[in-house]
């Protein structure tokens, strides 16, 4: 019958159920017949448990075809022309990639039987320049990892995330990446960034269970994408299928590591033995999808409770850090006929923690409750007006608020930070209230154009986003019932301040002053894009071509823009299938990858600061409090070098207005921040399924913002020259996919991560925790004038430049340009795991990280912090570190497709205790251990599947 | 040693890992001082060998001290410290930090400012703020000549001077003011009579007790200002 039916197939190539889009696969393939001689006409239907109704194409004179915007996952594609054996074959698509099936037809003079095709396809899509690496749900819930998309991302090759290097100890979830810092990632949920507009870090969890595939973009981004320097996570959760599917699983998570180790304790100012991290997390997870209508309606839906409670080494283990935290998904997807689809979806995560304070300085009456909640809406049409094209319309809207707040509740009493030992008492300093959204909405139009001057798939698009975000601070603390607020006291006993808790705090060693003088901070970005891009195939070489054009507009002051900038950003690449079966590579990209400025941006330089900062301190001599330092955003705001900001300046005060020109005269006026990047690879499938390949990497960042001290008067924010990144690499891949048996995925990178900063410009380079040093500022601040330097020593102010480091100089007199702190030279990463005929599963996953760089940081008095880096940035190396974690589980077969797993991970199973965090500044505790390697723990877990 | 300099790196592809830091000089701290010298200067950088040896403005920097491998392992190879000596010209002005280790040198432009001594026999601070008679009192300044100078503590009878490092350093024993109290601690020619530092407007004595000084002036405006001084008796 279904033979019958291909025999109706329209003449020309259409499709049915999706169009292309971000979250989605195409299959592509050439018809032969046994004298090698190309078939045209030959029908080709692609079908599979996840794809509504059937995908129709036919081949055209060239015996060629292509399947547009198939879904990732496993598909059975049917070849049959008449005079001719049908051939079924497997295929598996991968997202934003070309599966190539190439087919020999064998004649015959009947229909004939049907002759399936077992033999593995090739896994290298020899149209794309790109690098990115799919982790398949077949991957990630086979081998021992973290169950977040997140931690699922480390085994990526190129991707440095197993030790957070801003602030220290384990990662926090957001990796570096080809020498860029923790802030140049964007992360996608089917197909729409769900990035924080303000810290640019990831902004939403998913399901691990409702995880489809994930697609980790390293280099080469097509201009389909953007706001990423660093890598882009596209993440595909389930989709509802015509066959009913789901899981129940629970998970217990608990160390397994008694004993203690030395670790820096800062209150003792020395390493002490302390009992290792002791934690027990519960997670339950259900999934269930399938079809309301089938071919017409399908459902999804997931959620995912969790619980933890982990006692921090220094943390007072009666008040342990205690998590309650839950996402859920939900997914409609109806099939309008076979041009047209809707989908809705919606996602929901929350987060409560008690004792969010976790380095142990925090009595229990200071410590603080941490709330977040995410609400995502997608709403995703697609249509295919005609048989070659495609067009998409996505829409949606995020929000989210993250709020941390004193776990006592009180306003009125006052935090007291003791400066001998760093520990917080009275209360939590904060009421932080923070609110975020990304509203907009994208409309993509692919259009494949065949046999001129080659085979042409154009894909042209246009984007809009509104990214907001608001932020109330309400300072606790009262000097006496009543009165005032926003008082943080300071004790110093050793020097003879006890400053008494409930007392009159009159013997404290001074305080700070914090008031509220305007609206609560809110932001606005406004980004346009527009983005062409052709994959242009001419024989076994492919050119991809493309260009990506964002116009971002930062508001302030309620309405004032302060920045507005077109970015033009190239993508250009060529794929040469050398051997003419997509078994072998050849491939050269190079393109420039802009990243927004972002909210945090616009903050900055915010003339509406929502408070004055003031420091007071004891005199003893009058017995009064006298005020030390002030912090007034409005009377010493930061110029944005624009000319918007600037002719802003020259209006409200044309002194200010014109001395602020000079200086962004001398340091340049503002350009999106960007890095370019080329690589050259080449990947060859030498077994079946099993493929190796070597690349080589070189990218510098440019233009990145930074604040920069004019003439002690006047700061402005500019795009200095020696702001800068620089990156290359050598790496080697081995990647096995999937058969049922077997899969790996291992890389060696060899790499050089240097710069005069590893972030953006969001966070100071000050610091005890971390490895960090984000800001080049203090450098800058120097004075670099010669003369007026010499003015400074001669008239007796030279401590005002002790620390700074060096003229400021592009030269780099100061020691600024070295290694970044997420360096490491050598990197081994092996994953894989191996399933038994009688259903038995063992992962493992080990990596090697030679050690990241570090420095010692020297205090710069003019700051009253360790700003400095007296032996050059990244002048010294964590030693080596080995991670080694085990999965073992076995499915019980029930019947049908339904199953039991019993599943035990082992993380860290040796134990291994190595130093990942030393402490940097310039003081009796330098190059103390911070923290180490999470101790062994064991996961043990439960799931039924249908 | 020439083969392996060159055939590391080019063995090393893209010469990554070789030998990634290598030696080089970043700071000395303070980066400024008296052109008086007998600076304790700490230099620091990179790849010092055991035979690390260097110059502020061509002189070479005197009483090289380096980690002890024992106890302050993490500054092995990264710092030591040393003594930056008088500049002979007595000009101020910038100089360069120059280090030469394993036979290689490295400098940073600029990296230090020789200060001009302000005033003979410039007081800058003493190493303590409190003090009993016959306590050692070191005094740091610039342009104290221990030979031809003495000091007073308020009222009390001038003593005598000794040379610690060149005329920037120099000790003395800390006199008998008369009563416990704050005193301004005072440079005098050899009579111990005429003030030589701070300025005569600021009377030494004054306002704590009138003493045989010589001077009629007293202590206005901020003539004073800067002027270390000695609390004897424990009064704050």
């Given at each position: 019958?279904?033979?019958?039916?291909?025999?109706?197939?329209?003449?020309?190539?259409?499709?049915?159920?999706?169009?292309?889009?971000?979250?989605?696969?195409?299959?592509?393939?050439?018809?032969?017949?046994?004298?090698?001689?190309?078939?045209?006409?030959?029908?080709?239907?692609?079908?599979?448990?996840?794809?509504?109704?059937?995908?129709?194409?036919?081949?055209?004179?060239?015996?060629?075809?292509?399947?547009?915007?198939?879904?990732?996952?496993?598909?059975?594609?049917?070849?049959?022309?008449?005079?001719?054996?049908?051939?079924?074959?497997?295929?598996?698509?991968?997202?934003?990639?070309?599966?190539?099936?190439?087919?020999?037809?064998?004649?015959?003079?009947?229909?004939?039987?049907?002759?399936?095709?077992?033999?593995?396809?090739?896994?290298?899509?020899?149209?794309?320049?790109?690098?990115?690496?799919?982790?398949?749900?077949?991957?990630?819930?086979?081998?021992?990892?973290?169950?977040?998309?997140?931690?699922?991302?480390?085994?990526?090759?190129?991707?440095?995330?197993?030790?957070?290097?801003?602030?220290?100890?384990?990662?926090?979830?957001?990796?570096?990446?080809?020498?860029?810092?923790?802030?140049?990632?964007?992360y996608l949920i089917d197909g729409i960034s769900t990035?924080?507009?303000?810290?640019?870090?990831?902004g939403s969890d998913v399901?691990?269970?409702?995880?489809?595939?994930?697609?980790?973009?390293?280099?080469?981004?097509?201009?389909?994408?953007?706001?990423?320097?660093?890598?882009?996570?596209?993440v595909?959760t389930?989709?509802?299928?015509?066959?009913?599917?789901?899981?129940?699983?629970?998970?217990?998570?608990?160390?397994?590591?008694?004993?203690?180790?030395?670790?820096?304790?800062?209150?003792?100012?020395?390493?002490?033995?302390?009992?290792?991290?002791?934690?027990?997390?519960?997670?339950?997870?259900?999934?269930?999808?399938?079809?309301?209508?089938?071919?017409?309606?399908?459902?999804?839906?997931?959620?995912?409770?969790?619980?933890?409670?982990?006692?921090?080494?220094?943390?007072?283990?009666?008040?342990?850090?205690?998590?309650?935290?839950?996402q859920g998904l939900g997914k409609?997807?109806?099939?309008?006929?076979?041009?047209?689809?809707?989908?809705y979806q919606v996602g929901y995560a929350?987060?409560?923690?008690?004792?969010?304070?976790?380095?142990?300085?925090?009595?229990?009456?200071?410590?603080?409750?941490?709330?977040?909640r995410d609400l995502t809406n997608i709403l995703?049409?697609?249509?295919?007006?005609?048989?070659?094209?495609?067009?998409?319309?996505k829409l949606s809207s995020l929000n989210s608020?993250?709020?941390?707040?004193?776990?006592?509740?009180?306003?009125?009493?006052?935090?007291?930070?003791?400066?001998?030992?760093?520990?917080?008492?009275?209360?939590?300093?904060?009421?932080?209230?923070?609110?975020r959204s990304r509203l907009?909405?994208?409309?993509?139009?692919?259009?494949?154009?065949?046999?001129?001057?080659?085979?042409?798939?154009?894909?042209?698009?246009?984007?809009?986003?509104?990214?907001?975000?608001?932020?109330?601070?309400?300072?606790?603390?009262?000097?006496?019932?009543?009165?005032?607020?926003?008082?943080?006291?300071?004790?110093?006993?050793?020097?003879?301040?006890?400053?008494?808790?409930?007392?009159?705090?009159?013997?404290?060693?001074?305080?700070?002053?914090?008031?509220?003088?305007?609206?609560?901070?809110?932001?606005?970005?406004?980004?346009?894009?527009?983005?062409?891009?052709?994959?242009?195939?001419?024989?076994?070489?492919?050119?991809?071509?493309?260009?990506?054009?964002?116009?971002?507009?930062?508001?302030?002051?309620?309405?004032?823009?302060?920045?507005?900038?077109?970015?033009?950003?190239?993508?250009?690449?060529?794929?040469?299938?050398?051997?003419?079966?997509?078994?072998?590579?050849?491939?050269?990209?190079?393109?420039?990858?802009?990243?927004?400025?972002?909210?945090?941006?616009?903050?900055?330089?915010?003339?509406?600061?929502?408070?004055?900062?003031?420091?007071?301190?004891?005199?003893?001599?009058?017995?009064?409090?006298?005020?030390?330092?002030?912090?007034?955003?409005?009377?010493?705001?930061?110029?944005?070098?624009?000319?918007?900001?600037?002719?802003?300046?020259?209006?409200?005060?044309?002194?200010?207005?014109?001395?602020?020109?000079?200086?962004?005269?001398?340091?340049?006026?503002?350009?999106?921040?960007?890095?370019?990047?080329?690589?050259?690879?080449?990947?060859?499938?030498?077994?079946?399924?099993?493929?190796?390949?070597?690349?080589?990497?070189?990218?510098?960042?440019?233009?990145?913002?930074?604040?920069?001290?004019?003439?002690?008067?006047?700061?402005?924010?500019?795009?200095?020259?020696?702001?800068?990144?620089?990156?290359?690499?050598?790496?080697?891949?081995?990647?096995?996919?999937?058969?049922?048996?077997?899969?790996?995925?291992?890389?060696?990178?060899?790499?050089?991560?240097?710069?005069?900063?590893?972030?953006?410009?969001?966070?100071?380079?000050?610091?005890?925790?971390?490895?960090?040093?984000?800001?080049?500022?203090?450098?800058?601040?120097?004075?670099?004038?010669?003369?007026?330097?010499?003015?400074?020593?001669?008239?007796?102010?030279?401590?005002?430049?002790?620390?700074?480091?060096?003229?400021?100089?592009?030269?780099?007199?100061?020691?600024?340009?070295?290694?970044?702190?997420?360096?490491?030279?050598?990197?081994?990463?092996?994953?894989?795991?191996?399933?038994?005929?009688?259903?038995?599963?063992?992962?493992?996953?080990?990596?090697?990280?030679?050690?990241?760089?570090?420095?010692?940081?020297?205090?710069?008095?003019?700051?009253?912090?360790?700003?400095?880096?007296?032996?050059?940035?990244?002048?010294?190396?964590?030693?080596?570190?080995?991670?080694?974690?085990?999965?073992?589980?076995?499915?019980?077969?029930?019947?049908?497709?339904?199953?039991?797993?019993?599943?035990?991970?082992?993380?860290?199973?040796?134990?291994?205790?190595?130093?990942?965090?030393?402490?940097?500044?310039?003081?009796?505790?330098?190059?103390?251990?911070?923290?180490?390697?999470?101790?062994?723990?064991?996961?043990?877990?439960?799931?039924?599947?249908? | 040693?020439?083969?392996?300099?060159?055939?590391?790196?080019?063995?090393?592809?893209?010469?990554?890992?070789?030998?990634?830091?290598?030696?080089?000089?970043?700071?000395?701290?303070?980066?400024?001082?008296?052109?008086?010298?007998?600076?304790?200067?700490?230099?620091?950088?990179?790849?010092?060998?055991?035979?690390?040896?260097?110059?502020?403005?061509?002189?070479?920097?005197?009483?090289?001290?380096?980690?002890?491998?024992?106890?302050?392992?993490?500054?092995?190879?990264?710092?030591?410290?040393?003594?930056?000596?008088?500049?002979?010209?007595?000009?101020?002005?910038?100089?360069?930090?120059?280090?030469?280790?394993?036979?290689?040198?490295?400098?940073?432009?600029?990296?230090?400012?020789?200060?001009?001594?302000?005033?003979?026999?410039?007081?800058?601070?003493?190493?303590?703020?409190?003090?009993?008679?016959?306590?050692?009192?070191?005094?740091?300044?610039?342009?104290?000549?221990?030979?031809?100078?003495?000091?007073?503590?308020?009222?009390?009878?001038?003593?005598?001077?000794?040379?610690?490092?060149?005329?920037?350093?120099?000790?003395?024993?800390?006199?008998?003011?008369?009563?416990?109290?704050?005193?301004?601690?005072?440079?005098?020619?050899?009579?111990?009579?005429?003030?030589?530092?701070?300025?005569?407007?600021?009377?030494?004595?004054?306002?704590?007790?009138?003493?045989?000084?010589?001077?009629?002036?007293?202590?206005?405006?901020?003539?004073?200002?800067?002027?270390?001084?000695?609390?004897?008796?424990?009064?704050?």
């Amino acid at each position: 019958m279904r033979h019958d039916f291909l025999l109706l197939l329209p003449a020309i190539a259409c499709y049915a159920s999706v169009v292309q889009a971000a979250e989605l696969g195409s299959v592509r393939g050439r018809v032969l017949d046994d004298a090698s001689q190309p078939v045209a006409g030959a029908g080709i239907v692609l079908e599979g448990v996840n794809v509504a109704g059937q995908m129709i194409a036919k081949t055209n004179n060239s015996g060629t075809f292509q399947i547009l915007s198939v879904p990732p996952g496993n598909h059975e594609l049917l070849v049959t022309r008449e005079g001719f054996a049908p051939m079924r074959y497997k295929v598996h698509v991968r997202t934003n990639q070309s599966s190539f099936v190439p087919v020999t037809l064998q004649r015959a003079d009947t229909a004939g039987e049907e002759i399936v095709v077992e033999e593995a396809l090739p896994v290298i899509d020899a149209t794309r320049s790109a690098t990115s690496t799919e982790l398949s749900v077949d991957l990630i819930q086979n081998l021992p990892v973290g169950r977040s998309f997140q931690d699922v991302t480390n085994m990526v090759p190129g991707v440095y995330g197993r030790v957070d290097t801003q602030s220290g100890g384990p990662s926090g979830g957001n990796p570096s990446v080809r020498g860029e810092g923790q802030y140049g990632n964007n992360y996608l949920i089917d197909g729409i960034s769900t990035r924080d507009p303000a810290t640019k870090t990831f902004g939403s969890d998913v399901n691990f269970d409702a995880i489809q595939e994930i697609q980790v973009y390293t280099d080469g981004l097509p201009a389909e994408f953007g706001e990423a320097t660093g890598m882009l996570v596209n993440v595909v959760t389930k989709d509802g299928a015509d066959e009913h599917f789901g899981s129940a699983a629970y998970f217990g998570h608990l160390s397994a590591a008694p004993g203690t180790y030395m670790i820096l304790d800062t209150t003792e100012g020395m390493e002490v033995e302390r009992d290792k991290r002791d934690f027990l997390n519960h997670e339950l997870s259900l999934t269930a999808g399938g079809p309301i209508m089938k071919e017409r309606l399908w459902y999804f839906a997931a959620i995912d409770m969790g619980r933890s409670k982990i006692e921090y080494e220094a943390m007072d283990p009666d008040h342990p850090y205690t998590s309650f935290n839950g996402q859920g998904l939900g997914k409609l997807t109806w099939f309008v006929n076979d041009d047209i689809t809707a989908q809705y979806q919606v996602g929901y995560a929350f987060n409560n923690i008690e004792n969010y304070e976790t380095s142990g300085l925090y009595a229990p009456e200071a410590q603080a409750l941490y709330e977040s909640r995410d609400l995502t809406n997608i709403l995703t049409f697609r249509w295919r007006p005609s048989a070659s094209s495609n067009l998409e319309l996505k829409l949606s809207s995020l929000n989210s608020s993250i709020d941390v707040v004193p776990a006592s509740g009180e306003e009125e009493v006052p935090s007291v930070i003791d400066f001998d030992t760093g520990a917080i008492t009275g209360n939590y300093d904060s009421f932080d209230y923070n609110d975020r959204s990304r509203l907009g909405g994208s409309l993509k139009f692919t259009q494949v154009v065949e046999d001129v001057l080659g085979d042409h798939t154009f894909k042209v698009g246009i984007e809009e986003w509104m990214l907001k975000d608001a932020r109330e601070i309400v300072y606790t603390g009262s000097w006496s019932e009543g009165e005032g607020d926003g008082y943080q006291f300071w004790r110093l006993d050793s020097g003879g301040y006890p400053c008494t808790a409930g007392g009159d705090y009159l013997d404290c060693y001074g305080f700070t002053e914090y008031s509220n003088v305007g609206e609560p901070l809110g932001h606005k970005g406004l980004v346009t894009v527009g983005f062409l891009q052709d994959d242009w195939q001419i024989g076994p070489l492919t050119l991809n071509l493309g260009v990506r054009i964002e116009n971002e507009r930062l508001y302030q002051n309620e309405g004032d823009v302060i920045y507005d900038k077109w970015a033009p950003a190239p993508r250009l690449g060529a794929a040469w299938d050398v051997t003419g079966d997509s078994k072998t590579l050849v491939s050269v990209n190079a393109g420039r990858y802009y990243d927004l400025a972002g909210n945090t941006f616009a903050d900055w330089g915010d003339t509406r600061s929502a408070y004055v900062y003031k420091e007071y301190q004891y005199d003893p001599s009058t017995g009064e409090y006298v005020m030390i330092w002030e912090q007034n955003p409005e009377t010493n705001p930061l110029v944005y070098c624009t000319e918007q900001s600037l002719e802003y300046w020259d209006g409200e005060d044309p002194d200010m207005g014109a001395l602020a020109r000079e200086a962004c005269n001398q340091y340049g006026m503002l350009k999106p921040y960007h890095t370019d990047k080329i690589v050259v690879g080449i990947e060859r499938e030498i077994l079946p399924l099993f493929a190796v390949g070597v690349k080589a990497i070189l990218s510098q960042t440019r233009d990145i913002p930074e604040d920069v001290d004019y003439d002690l008067d006047v700061w402005v924010i500019a795009n200095p020259e020696s702001k800068l990144r620089d990156y290359r690499a050598l790496e080697f891949t081995v990647e096995k996919k999937y058969d049922g048996v077997w899969q790996a995925l291992a890389s060696y990178t060899l790499s050089e991560a240097k710069g005069t900063t590893p972030g953006q410009f969001e966070l100071a380079s000050g610091g005890q925790t971390g490895s960090n040093g984000n800001e080049v500022g203090v450098y800058l601040d120097d004075v670099n004038d010669r003369d007026v330097r010499q003015m400074y020593f001669d008239y007796g102010y030279g401590w005002l430049l002790d620390g700074l480091s060096g003229l400021g100089t592009v030269d780099d007199d100061a020691g600024y340009y070295g290694y970044l702190p997420y360096h490491s030279f050598h990197v081994v990463k092996v994953a894989g795991s191996y399933t038994a005929p009688w259903g038995t599963t063992v992962g493992a996953v080990y990596e090697y990280d030679s050690g990241h760089a570090w420095q010692r940081r020297s205090m710069v008095e003019l700051y009253g912090d360790y700003f400095g880096f007296p032996e050059g940035r990244g002048s010294r190396f964590m030693p080596a570190v080995h991670y080694f974690d085990l999965r073992a589980a076995h499915s019980f077969r029930l019947g049908g497709k339904r199953s039991v797993e019993v599943s035990v991970d082992a993380f860290n199973v040796l134990d291994l205790e190595s130093p990942i965090t030393y402490y940097e500044n310039d003081n009796p505790m330098f190059g103390l251990t911070m923290y180490r390697q999470s101790p062994r723990s064991v996961r043990a877990g439960l799931k039924f599947v249908y | 040693m020439r083969i392996l300099r060159i055939g590391i790196p080019l063995l090393c592809l893209f010469q990554l890992s070789c030998d990634p830091l290598g030696f080089r000089a970043v700071s000395i701290s303070p980066i400024y001082g008296w052109v008086d010298g007998c600076i304790d200067v700490q230099v620091s950088g990179h790849g010092f060998d055991d035979d690390v040896s260097g110059k502020v403005g061509g002189l070479a920097l005197e009483n090289v001290v380096l980690p002890d491998p024992e106890t302050q392992k993490l500054d092995v190879g990264f710092t030591f410290w040393a003594r930056v000596p008088a500049n002979p010209t007595q000009e101020a002005g910038f100089a360069d930090l120059e280090v030469t280790s394993g036979g290689e040198t490295d400098s940073v432009v600029d990296a230090f400012y020789f200060v001009a001594c302000p005033a003979t026999g410039y007081e800058e601070y003493l190493s303590t703020d409190t003090a009993t008679e016959g306590d050692t009192i070191t005094l740091y300044g610039c342009g104290i000549d221990a030979s031809a100078h003495k000091v007073r503590v308020g009222p009390s009878k001038p003593v005598d001077l000794t040379s610690v490092c060149g005329t920037s350093q120099v000790s003395f024993t800390a006199p008998n003011p008369g009563e416990a109290g704050t005193w301004y601690v005072g440079i005098f020619d050899a009579s111990g009579k005429t003030q030589i530092y701070p300025d005569p407007a600021c009377d030494i004595s004054v306002p704590y007790g009138a003493v045989d000084t010589g001077i009629t002036d007293t202590a206005e405006g901020d003539s004073c200002a800067g002027v270390p001084t000695l609390t004897y008796g424990g009064a704050r």
